[in-house]
């Protein structure tokens, strides 16, 4: 069971807002997540609000396996960044 962690649009059309899943590779673009990590919205003027994850959850599912998408890699990166300015 190959599982990713990749972006699942939920949005209104010309209004995205995403949810980050844990979701076997495949499953098509509308299948069953087998987890729901957190949510990612584009389009929020706030970076605190843009994305939020269960950081235990996401290190869980990657310590267990999961690859996730390049998309979610880059905000797991920028995510890590910032913490370590604060």
């Known amino acids: 069971m190959a599982v990713t962690i990749r972006l699942k649009r939920v949005g209104k059309p010309k209004h995205p807002h995403f949810r980050v899943v844990a979701i076997e590779k495949m499953r098509g673009p509308a299948g069953q997540p087998l987890e729901i990590l957190g949510t ?5 003027t706030s ?11 996401v290190d869980h599912w ?17 995510l890590a960044s910032k913490k370590e300015k604060a």
């Open 62 to 78: 990657i310590k267990n396996g999961a690859k996730p998408s390049e998309t979610v890699a880059q905000l797991l990166k920028a």
């Open 40 to 44: 990612y919205d584009p389009k929020e």
């Open 47 to 57: 970076s605190a609000k843009k994305l939020t994850l269960n950081q235990e959850r």
